[in-house]
């Protein structure tokens, strides 16, 4: 289930639970991205709202676990400030979080120097996330789409999707690469991973890193789904740095790989023009785990 999120709606929750901030100005955000919507509040907040039921329950864990997590990151990330209820008008629960300056790094023209910054700045992220307490933290499922998890919840589907591209990508290489991606498991103490680590949820200002944002899948577990941003972020120095810096082993590397190759394989086959520049950047990607692995 999914519902069309209006102004309106926004207003009318405001209004009827946050009666304090009622005059102060709505605006929709241009990039909200999919699973949430996102709306200005004033100067120094934002509303977000689940855009389907399948998200609903990122919002009381995001509520919950964010500001325990922030005790321990140097990077800043969301900070709640009202949790917002079910209504006649929106079924869900709702955040309110203090607005952060900055620019998804998607929408941004990186030179490769700052880059290599970034990179590092990132994986200091990665680690001290990986040393906060997970003592009923909530272990990867449904709830996050399997982040965390083994794999081979995804088996089925990635070698299906891997024999549609075989026109496309070399099949077989892509086969033994997820296979070797499956073949282990990660067998410490699990950590916290955010789950949906990507470019589009990296904040910059003045060629800083500002802020990790949009935990929604966050959950704890095998670590190896969050350095997908190797490859589809980095490139060249700065993913020889981020994967230096984070410091994991050959197995978690391999998942890693396995991961990305899934991911990637899946937007692919949904692209349908295949020599569109989208398409042929999915490509490029893949081509760039195959000519690691060779």
């Not at 241009?30 to 996102?38: C, L, M, Q, Y």
Request: proline fraction near 4%; glycine fraction near 6%; charge should be neutral.
């Amino acid at each position: 289930m999914s519902i069309k999120i209006t102004l309106q709606i926004v207003s009318n929750l405001i209004s009827e639970q946050f009666p304090q901030y009622a005059d102060l100005p709505i605006k929709a955000v241009k990039f909200s991205g999919i699973d949430n919507r996102t709306f200005r509040l004033g100067n120094k907040m934002l509303i977000r709202l689940p855009s389907a039921e399948r998200y609903a329950a990122q919002v009381i864990k995001e509520q919950k676990w964010l500001p325990i997590l922030s005790l321990s990151l140097s990077t800043q990330i969301p900070e709640p400030v009202g949790l917002g209820l079910p209504n006649q008008y929106y079924p869900w629960h709702w955040s309110i979080y203090k607005w952060i300056e900055g620019t998804s790094a998607n929408l941004l023209s990186l030179d490769s120097l700052y880059l290599e910054k970034i990179s590092a700045e990132l994986a200091k992220f990665i680690k001290e996330l990986h040393n906060i307490n997970t003592n009923d933290a909530p272990s990867g499922g449904l709830h996050n789409y399997y982040r965390g998890c083994h794999l081979s919840v995804y088996n089925s589907s990635a070698k299906a999707n891997i024999i549609k591209l075989s026109n496309f990508i070399d099949s077989n290489k892509c086969l033994n690469i997820w296979e070797e991606a499956i073949s282990s498991k990660w067998d410490k103490h699990p950590v916290w991973i955010h789950g949906d680590f990507a470019s589009g949820n990296i904040l910059v200002k003045e060629n800083q890193l500002t802020a990790v944002i949009d935990f929604g899948c966050m959950g704890i577990g095998d670590p190896a789904c969050d350095l997908v941003i190797s490859w589809t972020f980095f490139h060249g120095k700065s993913r020889q740095i981020f994967k230096e810096n984070v410091g994991l082993d050959t197995d978690t590397w391999a998942r890693a790989r396995g991961w990305v190759l899934w991911k990637t394989c899946f937007e692919l086959v949904e692209i349908s023009d295949k020599k569109s520049q989208e398409a042929l950047n999915k490509i490029g990607i893949i081509s760039e785990i195959l000519d690691e692995c060779d």
